[in-house]
């Protein structure tokens, strides 16, 4: 015996629509039950996704066939402009959401930057400031040593630092 028959027609749909998510809730346990494995939950979204939408456009194409009593065609037409128009007012929703955020995320910024900066600029000046004071001390000599001194350590540290943060990104490839 056929599970649909003897329901009305709005129970029908209502009953089409249930079964439908019955199959999304039991892709979503499989998901959990495969014990969140980054390639395979990649996959089974990548996968999801698509059959959600799928899912939706057929419980629609329903719902227009069986309560509102549209032929096929009429169906699929009235399913392709009501997601049209939610697809409109989704993007319309989230243009809004998303000035309200940006707006947040500015002003975060603005006052990290007054924060931090100020206090970069203030720490550079008096580092500078030092620096300075202390290379005047120095005679001729001594600040060509410095500055061979601080070469001849510089190049082979450059070297090693290349080496190794080079050797860290080839182990991510």
């Given at each position: 015996m056929n599970w649909q028959s003897g329901l009305p027609d709005g129970r029908r749909a209502l009953m089409i629509i249930l079964k439908h998510s019955a199959g999304i809730l039991g892709l979503i346990a499989v998901g959990v039950a495969l014990g969140m494995n980054y390639e395979i939950v990649w996959e089974l979204l990548a996968e999801f996704v698509p059959l959600v939408f799928e899912a939706i456009e057929n419980s629609l194409d329903t719902f227009f066939e069986v309560v509102v009593r549209l032929n096929p065609a009429?169906?699929?037409?009235?399913?392709?402009?009501?997601?049209?128009?939610?697809?409109?007012?989704?993007?319309?929703?989230?243009?809004?959401?998303?000035i309200g955020w940006w707006h947040r995320i500015d002003a975060a910024y603005t006052a990290w930057k007054q924060t931090y900066f100020g206090a970069w600029n203030d720490w550079s000046l008096v580092q500078k400031t030092r620096f300075l004071a202390w290379w005047d001390t120095l005679d001729w000599g001594n600040k060509v040593m410095t500055v061979l001194v601080g070469v001849l350590l510089g190049i082979p540290l450059a070297l090693v630092l290349s080496i190794a943060l080079g050797s860290l990104v080839a182990s991510f490839l």
């Open positions: 009429f169906a699929q037409m009235a399913t392709a402009y009501f997601g049209f128009v939610i697809a409109i007012i989704l993007l319309y929703f989230l243009g809004r959401k998303s």
